[in-house]
């Protein structure tokens, strides 16, 4: 492609076009990691604890395996041996103990024992005969308030915070918290695991097909070439299938010993304990601010939950310092250990409960100033990232915040509490802002050009749903030349050139520099066909010519005097061209000179009926400034979905633990709380700015599939505030908060 040309403008890209694998989602001929199955496959139930907090003291096996169909029962003195993850491999796992790898139960649920049987049913019923006798057994810690002996650890700083707050006009200091959220797709966490003597093939539902080979390979104790995952297709991740889980290990390691095929599919109970969560969190907010609205100082204290052994850690502040502007600011962490399974990455972790407190804070603050919340905004929007003290790359925070406030009908906004009615109810408005990281993973990819006219692009990440499929090949067709159904796309399989994770909204952006190497690579092979052949071109040489969205042309001409990379090839005799793009990744690098995030605002409406105790999100406009996006439809899917789990999250889901066990109580779908069709808002809106950021990318495309849940709970609540009187701090909305006039502001 020359110089000349735009990879902002590209054909294609930017077209809202419908996902190219629908039609084999909906006719179900798309494959999940539990969709495989092979001769003389066997199936795997782990034993799960009783208990949290105990020493199995004994395993009896006897009667299990006495039953019909039992193949073996594993227990830490016959599955053999598992080792650790080295930290200097940079392979990430999140519950670094491998699976029966002592007698120690720290969390309920922990998996004690494994059968395996010919059918899922015999080793189901297998299971529920192992008997497991406990001593020691402590009662669990899993109380929701959070408290930490450990000194906070200081993550960022600037100024006095201390003596600034003091001084301030105006001051809100509160406490919020969030409670621990569950991860539930529709898919549960598959395991398929094969042997063949030499080289396991693992069927699996991740996020990350490169990290889960890698981890494997290390835990497993084989060279990363004796391992192969595949992920087809995810019932959705939401980060709760980036890192491997445990079950993936045992099913490896019972397929290894049987020499079978074994399957192990997690149930909807072991959701709750065995893969990870949300962890709760507890943040005090103190602002300052002097009379006209200018913050002057910022300080946030944050606590989450952390589970015995693990080293996850929920980075609220990973937003704080960079969003507002003010001269003194500092943010602190502590965590509370606590009997429960690791927590894990879920849709924007640290950044999501972070930006709940700090836009719930911000609210409070224009309260307590009669400000106008989009003003106070505004008048406090930095300049550059005065955390790093770079510039931003690309910031559109403003312009968010000022078209939603104009689609919405801000100004017509009546800022006493419960003053704004539709009948017989209640109106509140609501307004948050919201931002979330823009890097790079490394990646790879191979690209061929094909005589026909197809386009095969080939790498190893992963479509969890979210239009990954689509989105390559896109881009693709628009860097080639090509029609999107002339590109196919090949992901999902560890054997490809090394591809980036589906996490942090990073993968489509990770895409496009390897995408554009590798078709260029291409390119300049099909320019030496073009030289070499003579015909074509008059005797050109190959610095005559020039490849331009899929055509070969005299440098000095349009691209459109040129011809095609399948007429060439056809004339030349040759079947295909390839090339290979390979570049480092942004993310985790020290010294940059620009904070590259994405940014938007939510607006909300609520409706409140007190009379019926009711209160129902009846309006979400969100405005999003996450530079060029690649396809505008499956872009209104990802807000759209991450503003109804944002829901659930402000009024709904959270996690109960039983005190005397340790036990996840509501570890079901009856009774922990989704947002379902009937709670979503009939009027959705989604409208995204286009300010292409080519210092992310030379496409100038950032990640959206994150920033759609963050602040979108503290603009509910806020709303909430609005319409009844009541602030309430702690998630989720319960109607005995509304109801209750104690609780209010």
């Known amino acids: 492609m020359n110089e000349a040309s735009s990879y902002v403008d590209l054909p294609v890209v930017g077209k809202p076009l419908r996902r190219i694998d629908g039609p084999l989602k909906v006719s179900g001929s798309a494959r999940y990691a539990s969709d495989f199955s092979f001769p003389e496959m066997v199936y795997a139930v782990p034993v799960c604890a009783t208990v949290a907090r105990a020493h199995i003291a004994a395993i009896d096996t006897a009667a299990a395996e006495a039953m019909a169909g039992v193949r073996k029962i594993y227990t830490r003195q016959n599955i053999g041996k598992f080792y650790r993850v080295s930290k200097a491999s940079k392979a990430k796992i999140d519950e670094a103990r491998p699976p029966l790898d002592d007698d120690e139960v720290r969390y309920y649920g922990q998996y004690v024992a494994l059968v395996i049987a010919d059918t899922f049913e015999q080793a189901t019923a297998a299971a529920r005969a192992v008997q497991v006798r406990y001593t020691n057994v402590q009662a669990p810690l899993v109380s929701a308030r959070l408290d930490s002996d450990k000194p906070p650890e200081t993550e960022t700083e600037r100024g006095d915070p201390d003596a600034s707050y003091e001084k301030a006009a105006v001051k809100v200091d509160h406490t919020y918290s969030t409670p621990v959220e569950t991860h539930n797709p529709i898919e549960l966490h598959a395991s398929v695991a094969l042997w063949d003597g030499t080289r396991f093939t693992l069927y699996e539902t991740t996020q990350a097909v490169m990290n889960f080979r890698a981890v494997m390979a290390q835990m497993l104790g084989v060279p990363t ?95 704080t310092g960079f969003m507002y502007s003010t001269p003194d600011l500092r943010v602190t962490s502590a965590y509370a250990e606590r009997s429960v399974g690791p927590a894990t990455s879920m849709r924007g972790p640290g950044a999501v409960p972070g930006l709940y407190a700090l836009e719930s804070a911000m609210d409070e603050l224009a309260v307590a100033l009669n400000m106008d919340p989009i003003a106070l905004r505004l008048h406090n929007e930095p300049q550059i990232d005065e955390k790093e003290n770079i510039p931003f790359s690309s910031r559109h925070l403003k312009e968010c915040l000022t078209r939603g406030a104009e689609v919405f009908g801000w100004s017509r906004r009546q800022a006493k509490v419960g003053s704004m009615r539709d009948g017989d109810a209640i109106l509140g408005w609501g307004v948050a802002a919201c931002s979330w990281i823009a890097e790079r993973f490394a990646a790879e990819v191979a690209v061929t050009l094909q005589a026909d006219g197809s386009v095969r692009v080939a790498s190893a990440t992963q479509d969890i749903g979210t239009g990954t499929y689509t989105v390559i090949a896109q881009m693709a067709a628009g860097l080639a030349g ?63 010519l020039a490849f331009t969205r899929g055509r070969i042309h005299r440098r000095d001409q349009d691209p459109s005097s040129g011809v095609s990379f399948s007429e060439l090839l056809q004339e030349a005799k040759t ?24 940014f938007g605002a939510h607006f909300v409406e609520v409706k409140w009926q007190p009379e019926l105790a009711r209160l129902r999100v009846q309006r979400v406009l969100t405005v999003i400034d996450a530079g060029r996006i690649v396809n505008p439809l499956t872009g209104q899917n990802q807000i759209e979905g991450a503003v109804v789990m944002g829901i659930g999250m402000a009024m709904f889901e959270e996690t109960h633990y039983e005190p005397r066990t340790g036990m996840a109580v509501n570890s079901n779908l009856a009774d922990y709380i989704m947002t379902s069709h009937a709670d979503m808002p009939p009027d959705m809106q989604v409208i995204f700015l286009d300010y292409p950021d080519t210092k992310v990318n030379a496409m100038g495309v950032r990640g959206i599939g994150e920033i759609g849940l963050a602040g979108i709970a503290a603009a509910i609540a806020n709303a909430a505030y609005h319409a009844t009187g009541v602030r309430v701090r702690d998630l989720p909305i319960r109607i005995e908060d509304l109801l209750s006039e104690s609780r209010n502001g």
């Open 482 to 544: 090509v029609d999107v159904e002339k590109v196919k796309v090949v992901i999902g399989d560890s054997s490809l050139p090394p591809g980036p994770w589906s996490g942090g909204s990073m993968a489509t952006g990770s895409m496009v520099p390897v995408l554009i190497q590798a078709i260029e690579q291409a390119g300049g092979q099909l320019v030496q066909i073009a030289a070499e052949e003579g015909k074509r071109f008059n005797g050109a040489k190959a610095d005559q």
């Open 575 to 598: 079947g295909h061209v390839e090339g290979h793009g390979k570049a480092e990744g942004t993310f985790g690098q020290k010294k940059k000179t620009h904070s590259t995030h994405s």
């Open 225 to 319: 070439d004796s391992v192969r995952v595949i992920t087809e297709y995810l019932g959705s991740g939401f980060g709760g299938k980036l890192w491997p889980w445990t079950q993936a290990l045992l099913a490896a390691a019972a397929a290894r010993d049987l020499k079978r095929p074994v399957k192990l599919v997690v149930d909807r109970q072991m959701m709750f304990h065995n893969v990870g969560h949300r962890p709760s969190t507890q943040q005090r907010i103190r602002l300052g601010a002097d009379a006209s609205g200018k913050l002057t100082s910022l300080r946030q204290d944050y606590l989450y939950q952390r589970a015995s052994l693990a080293e996850y850690k929920e980075d609220c502040g990973e937003a």
